[in-house]
């Protein structure tokens, strides 16, 4: 398939069902009922088919039959459903959903975060702190008709055995998405790293298209209605699929994308094998005739295709121009995508543009099809938009001309602004620009320096990391500290905990002693960060420098507490 080049400066004609914003499913799970079985809308299965381990295809079963009756009545009854841990991104978005769905919603966690104000907002009883009053109405009289319990909440919470003992079912988040999304054309977007940016931008444009989308994302999005989720009415649901804890294990995915893969997660994985071992499982979880599309220039995801053996028509990691994989054990289709040439999609001449983002020329299988421009900086966003642009040209193959296709995606591209806490800019003063973005793994840490570098390449670069768990940190700090060495200037705070105890004997200040290169400090409190780096500033009014606060935790603090002091001392208003 190849395309003749066109440019984005002509005048393009694109069908009115791209063009408006309309509500009209396009229906294309009904491609699908041959291969899976017909299944109905409201996500309950005529006849459910899945693969066993030999590749063959059999009914479905379940040892969870009375969990998947009592999810079928609540769904009927819109009954009344508690979130454990509901403060996190993941189960925060599951439960606005189950408000849009019109169930009664309450939830618990230790600590109240940014995405409990939405949920307050909207309506759901938020409780700070476990106990068993929390799923008590009337004297103890009602009980919830569902709980939904975090990946990260420990079985023995004190909510979770209350509801066993009284007989209210309990679901993993594994088991309550898996059955949420029974019945859609599910698109599980996974990865290492990238999966919100990614769901993010393909849901955007799927709504921008016209497509009566739902779908579910762990991050605030500005540019969706409602906040981390859109709740349509159509066929497709775009997931943000985790991995933490096998999550997206539940899920069986028409479309399953794959944005990288590294060893993250270090207190559920061993190493990186194990990694891998638990994304060929959820890879076996695509539907008979659905797609995968990947991104080839990873070599851990790309390691996913070969197994130890590479597939017929496959290309080795070398880079060595091939013909692409079409098909992995006559399952489903595959598609790879990336900056290197032999893959099905991929970028070249990637430059910044005058939005601070990036434009490149997209190429098909060698030949070149169009120019794309972002307003988001990196590297890492050129992949994410490509995995997009991949997935949006497999849903709507039969449906329109691929040209007018690819040219409506990257006009919806091009004005996606992307979500919260990436690459978020919290403000400018003087010469100063704050930034704060969520990067906290060394490859994350990589992308978003190197974000930074493309947009402000003559302003001296200095990051404030927060190192997250302290797992993660023992793990990999000598690659976090060549991550950060490209800095200009480093300041590490005190590991946020999160989960853990302090049982690796690593910490903050270990992490600043190992940076090689730029100056590095350790600061433990964040309050002490923003008087070091205000002073510091103020003392240079005017030198051009970004601030780039990164971590999961609560350095989110830093960047607005530093505009404030800056503005104070030096008298200068928004």
């Not at 190849?2 to 491609?31: C, D, G, H, V, Y």
């Not at 009914?59 to 999810?71: H, K």
């Not at 929390?134 to 319990?149: F, G, H, T, Y």
């Not at 994350?444 to 302003?459: G, L, T, Y």
Request: a neutral charge; hydrophobic letters at 40%.
């Amino acid at each position: 398939m190849k395309f003749p080049a066109l440019s984005t400066s002509k005048t393009l004609n694109f069908p009115a069902i791209f063009m408006e914003k309309q509500k009209i499913p396009f229906q294309i799970f009904l491609r699908m009922i041959s291969v899976q079985g017909k299944t109905n809308r409201s996500g309950k299965s005529v006849q459910a088919l899945s693969k066993n381990n030999s590749g063959s295809i059999s009914i479905a079963t379940t040892v969870t039959e009375e969990r998947d009756r009592v999810f079928d009545s609540l769904r009927n009854d819109k009954g009344w459903i508690h979130f454990v841990g509901i403060g996190g991104c993941g189960l925060s978005a599951l439960a606005m959903f189950a408000l849009k769905q019109g169930y009664e919603v309450s939830g618990s966690d230790i600590g109240w975060s940014s995405f409990m104000d939405g949920l307050q907002e909207a309506g759901a009883l938020l409780h700070i702190g476990h106990s068993v009053e929390n799923l008590q109405r009337n004297a103890a009289s009602r009980l919830p008709d569902a709980i939904v319990v975090s990946s990260a909440i420990p079985q023995h919470n004190v909510e979770i055995l209350y509801a066993k003992s009284v007989g209210v079912p309990v679901y993993k988040r594994d088991h309550w998405l898996g059955k949420l999304t029974q019945g859609y054309n599910l698109i599980a977007v996974s990865g290492s790293h990238g999966k919100s940016t990614t769901a993010s931008m393909l849901a955007y444009v799927l709504d921008s298209m016209g497509d009566n989308l739902t779908a579910v994302v762990g991050a605030h999005v500005p540019q969706f209605s409602g906040g981390n989720i859109i709740f349509g009415d159509g066929w497709n649901f775009v997931l943000e699929a985790d991995e933490y804890d096998g999550c997206f294990l539940g899920l069986s995915p028409y479309i399953a994308i794959v944005t990288n893969l590294d060893w993250e997660h270090v207190d559920i994985f061993q190493n990186e094998e194990a990694v891998k071992a638990t994304f060929r499982k959820f890879l076996s979880r695509i539907r008979v005739g659905g797609h995968l599309i990947l991104c080839g220039d990873s070599e851990g995801a790309y390691s996913l295709l070969t197994d130890g053996k590479l597939p017929i028509g496959s290309h080795n990691w070398s880079g060595l121009r091939s013909r692409p994989l079409e098909k992995c054990s006559d399952s489903y289709n595959i598609t790879t995508y990336g900056t290197t040439s032999f893959n099905d999609w991929h970028a070249s001449s990637i430059r910044p543009n005058l939005k601070g983002g990036c434009d490149y020329t997209l190429c098909h299988q060698g030949c070149s099809v169009v120019d794309i421009s972002l307003q988001i900086p990196g590297v890492h966003n050129v992949l994410n938009s490509l995995a997009v642009i991949a997935t949006v040209v497999t849903l709507f193959s039969d449906q329109s001309p691929i040209n007018n296709t690819i040219n409506c995606v990257s006009l919806h591209l091009n004005n996606f602004i992307g979500i919260k806490r990436r690459f978020e800019m919290i403000g400018t003063i003087n010469g100063c620009h704050i930034y704060d973005d969520y990067a906290h793994h060394p490859t994350e840490v990589s992308a978003v320096i190197q974000a930074a570098r493309q947009r402000f390449p003559n302003k001296s670069l200095l990051v404030v990391f927060q190192p997250h768990t302290y797992s993660r940190l023992a793990a990999l700090k000598d690659d976090f500290a060549n991550a950060l060495r490209d800095a200009d200037q480093v300041v590490v705070t005190e590991v946020y905990a999160a989960r853990e105890i302090d049982e690796q004997n690593v910490g903050g200040r270990e992490l600043a002693a190992t940076i090689i290169g730029p100056p590095s400090d350790y600061i433990p409190s964040l309050d002490d960060v923003v008087d070091k780096l205000a002073f510091q500033i103020s003392e240079k009014p005017h030198r051009n420098i970004v601030v780039l606060t990164l971590g999961a935790g609560n350095i989110t603090t830093v960047g607005p507490k530093l505009l404030y002091e800056l503005r104070r001392r030096l008298q200068v208003n928004s």
